[in-house]
């Protein structure tokens, strides 16, 4: 439901994600090895800041979760509809995209203003009742060796006060009224890719629209039947990318 809070305890199915971690080490919590290992990554240079040329390099040729949550317009109707990425005429625009993708992709000024307002958006959320405690560290590209050409780069992970694992942010900064409404659709299968890939159970999903300062925010669940289409559908774009 809009707006309601509530836990779930990580299914045993759902896959973990991949990360290195030096044989022995012992972590404090959940947060301490997080920290420990995506400090490594940077002063090795195998973990980019998102953003960055490094970043965007490695996210070339990969179904990443912003692809699954594109919105590209339907040839015949223009702007006026757009074709979901589960759909044979999503698929194959998306794999158009991932060669020419500034001809096929619906560009969305709520993206540019999201960069530059996340932060605000994210103390904002930090602040909202029940997350006492929470901390948002920098999130990286991940993937998971189960699911090959699959990355995505959440905007924060979320750990509580004794630095367990709170799941995943994503954060949307909106313009309009229509955009805040319209988000948790529109958005859904980016949240679904994300949790797939890193293993998370849960997504916080905050938006803002900048011009009220009006704010929605709603825990996303894991949805095992949605992410393994999705999968499947990105497995489809490769090999339509490929031929």
Do not use: C
Not at 32 to 51: F, N, P, V
Not at 95 to 111: H, Y
Not at 131 to 140: D, H
Not at 208 to 217: L, Q
């Amino acid at each position: 439901e809009e707006g309601t809070v509530t836990l779930m305890k990580l299914k045993s199915d759902v896959p973990k994600p991949y990360v290195p971690d030096p044989e022995g080490t012992i972590y404090a919590n959940a947060r301490d090895k997080y920290l420990a290992i995506t400090a490594k990554g940077i002063h090795e240079g195998s973990i980019h800041i998102q953003g960055s040329d490094e970043w965007k390099e490695e996210r070339k040729g990969l179904i990443t979760a912003s692809r699954v949550g594109m919105q590209y317009p339907d040839e015949a109707l223009g702007e006026k509809g757009v074709v979901n990425f589960l759909t044979p005429e999503g698929q194959d625009r998306a794999a158009r995209a991932m060669s020419d993708p500034d001809k096929v992709f619906l560009a969305n000024s709520d993206m540019v203003y999201g960069v530059k307002y996340e932060n605000l958006a994210k103390q904002h959320f930090l602040k909202e009742k029940g997350n006492e405690g929470f901390t948002a560290e920098e999130a990286f590209l991940e993937t998971n060796q189960d699911y090959e050409n699959f990355g995505v780069s959440p905007d924060a992970r979320v750990f509580n006060a004794e630095g367990g694992d709170e799941g995943l942010l994503e954060l949307k900064v909106h313009k309009t009224e229509y955009g805040m409404k319209q988000s948790l659709k529109s958005y859904t299968n980016q949240l679904q890719l994300q949790m797939a890939i890193t293993g998370a159970d849960k997504v916080h999903f905050y938006r803002i629209n900048r011009e009220t300062d009006e704010r929605m925010y709603t825990v996303v669940h894991a949805d095992k039947r949605l992410q393994k289409q999705l999968i499947a559908a990105g497995r489809q774009v490769q090999k339509l990318a490929g031929d």
